[in-house]
Nanobody, 112 residues
Framework: QVQLVESGGGSVQPGGSLRLSCAAS?????MGWYCQSPGKERELVAM???????RYADSVKGRFTISRDKAQTTVSLQMNSMKHEETAVYFC?????????WGQGTKVTVSS
């Protein structure tokens, strides 16, 4: 069982920044962030897809940056120039093994 603990959610004004972090109980090579807005399906935001390869949702390219520590046990998401429609619960997901694991989610509210 992999444990994922997210932190860093909160409220921010449109145009502002937040940084999310997810600490994993094991090292990973395929891991990333998803978000789920009310009434919508969970969708990819950004993720490491193996090696140093990264995938971003088109809507966040140039504004969000995913990073990880050298031990590859913590993945972070720097979110800049945030938009109202990015209000959601953000989840980290570990897809490194045969089973996928989700964190509990951290709520992000973008509002003036």
């Amino acid at each position: 069982q992999v444990q994922l603990v997210e932190s860093g959610g909160g409220s921010v004004q449109p145009g502002g920044s937040l940084r999310l972090s997810c600490a994993a109980s094991r090292s990973f090579n395929v891991m990333g962030w998803y978000c789920q807005s009310p009434g919508k399906e969970r969708e990819l935001v950004a993720m490491f897809v193996g090696g140093n390869n990264i995938r971003y949702a088109d809507s966040v390219k140039g504004r969000f940056t995913i990073s990880r520590d050298k031990a590859q046990t913590t993945v972070s998401l720097q979110m800049n120039s945030m938009k109202h429609e990015e209000t959601a619960v953000y989840f980290c997901k570990d897809e490194s093994g045969p089973l996928n694991y989700w964190g509990q989610g951290t709520k992000v509210t973008v509002s003036s």
